[in-house]
C-alpha cells in the first residue's frame, strides 16, 4: 500500500504533485507529448499551406482554406487532448497507488473507453463556458455591428469617429459597460463550476464510471475541496503565465513591432516552443487533480482502509462493467 494514501493537506497534496511528477516525468510527458507533436506538425502544416497560397497568389481561396483545414486541425486536437488527459488520469492513479504504469499502458487502457471521455469533456465545456462564451459574442457582435463609430482608431481619432455618429458612440459605450458588469457574476459562475466538476474526469477513468454518473459523483467528491482546487489551478495558471511570457516574450515583441503581423518563420518557432511548454506544463494539473480525487475519497469513504484491505485480500473488487452481449450466458444448441 502507498504510504501517502491518507488525508493530505493542501500542502502536501503540492507536494506529493510535485514528486509524482519529477519521479515519472518521462511518463507524464511522453503521455502529453502525443497530442503536442501532433498539434505541432499540424499548425506547421496550416503555416505551410498558408505561405503556399500566398506564393501562388491565391488569395482567394486562403480565407476558406483557413477556415476549413482550422476546423479539421481543432476536431482531431480534441480528440488526442481528450485521450492525453485521460492516460495521464489513469497514469497517475497508477503510480500514486504504487503499480507500474507505461505510457502504451496509459493509453490501451483509456482508448476503448474515448468516446465517453470526450462526451464528458463536451458536457462539462458546454455547461462551464458557454456563459462566458456568449457573453464574448454579444460583446463582440456589437463590436462589429457598430465597428464604424469607433474602429481601430484611438485618441483623438475615436472621439472624432463618436462625435460624427453619437448614437453608435453611445451602444458601445453601453455595451461596454454591460460587458464588464456581467462580467464578473458570469467569471465567478463559470470558476465555481469548473470547480464544481473537477473529479468528473478522474471518477470516470478510474471508477468506470458513464458521463453523467461522473459528473455527479465529482459534485459530491468535490465538496469540502474547492477552495483548494482553486488554488492549486491559481498557481498553475501563475507558472503557466510566467513560463509562457519567458519564451515567448520575443514574439511578443514582434508582434508589436510590426503591428500583429510576423512572418511564417517566426511562427512556427513559436509553435515549436509551445511544443515544450505544453509538453511540460500540460500534465501538472491532471495530475494534481487526480491526487485530490484520492483525497476526497479517503476523507469521505474511507478509501485507504478499502485499498489496505484489498491488498492484503481481504475483499475482492468489484468487476468492471462488460458489455450486454458477453453478459449473456450462451445458449444451448438446439439438437439436430
Not at 316 to 322: C, D, L, Y
Request: proline fraction near 5%; include cysteine.
Amino acid at each position: 500500500m502507498d504510504s501517502n494514501l491518507r488525508p493530505l493537506t493542501l500542502g502536501e497534496i503540492l507536494d506529493r504533485t510535485a514528486q509524482l511528477y519529477r519521479e515519472n516525468f518521462l511518463l507524464f510527458a511522453g503521455i502529453f507529448a502525443v497530442y503536442c507533436g501532433v498539434a505541432l506538425v499540424l499548425n506547421l502544416l496550416l503555416i505551410g499551406v498558408g505561405v503556399l497560397l500566398r506564393t501562388l497568389h491565391w488569395t482567394g481561396a486562403l480565407t476558406w482554406t483557413t477556415v476549413v483545414s482550422s476546423g479539421v486541425v481543432m476536431l482531431i486536437l480534441f480528440l488526442l487532448f481528450g485521450a492525453a488527459v485521460a492516460a495521464i488520469s489513469r497514469a497517475v492513479a497508477w503510480v500514486h497507488l504504487g503499480e507500474p504504469a507505461t505510457i502504451r499502458s496509459a493509453y490501451s487502457s483509456t482508448l476503448p473507453r474515448l468516446g465517453r471521455y470526450l462526451w464528458l469533456m463536451t458536457i462539462t465545456a458546454f455547461v462551464v463556458w458557454t456563459p462566458l462564451a456568449v457573453l464574448y459574442g454579444g460583446y463582440f457582435g456589437v463590436l462589429a455591428y457598430y465597428g464604424k463609430a469607433f474602429g481601430p482608431q484611438a485618441g483623438a481619432a475615436a472621439q472624432q469617429a463618436a462625435a460624427i455618429n453619437p448614437q453608435s458612440a453611445t451602444i458601445f459605450l453601453v455595451a461596454s459597460l454591460v460587458f464588464i458588469l456581467l462580467l464578473i457574476p458570469v467569471g465567478v459562475y463559470t470558476v465555481l463550476m469548473g470547480l464544481r466538476y473537477a473529479m468528473a474526469l478522474p471518477a470516470c477513468v478510474v471508477e468506470n464510471l458513464k458521463a453523467r454518473k461522473a459528473l455527479r459523483r465529482s459534485i459530491d467528491l468535490s465538496k469540502g475541496a474547492r477552495g483548494r482546487i482553486f488554488v492549486l489551478g491559481l498557481l498553475i495558471g501563475v507558472i503557466k503565465i510566467g513560463m509562457v511570457s519567458v519564451t515567448q516574450v520575443f514574439i511578443f515583441i514582434a508582434v508589436f513591432k510590426h503591428h500583429g503581423q510576423i512572418g511564417p518563420g517566426l511562427s512556427a518557432l513559436s509553435q515549436i516552443i509551445a511544443f515544450f511548454t505544453n509538453t511540460f506544463l500540460g500534465p501538472i494539473y491532471a495530475t494534481g487533480i487526480t491526487l485530490f480525487y484520492y483525497d476526497q475519497r479517503v476523507r469521505k469513504e474511507g478509501y485507504d482502509i478499502e485499498w489496505m484491505m484489498q491488498a492484503a485480500g481481504l475483499t475482492v473488487p468489484a468487476p468492471e462493467a462488460v458489455p450486454e452481449a458477453e453478459s449473456q450466458p450462451p445458449q444451448a444448441s438446439e439438437p439436430a
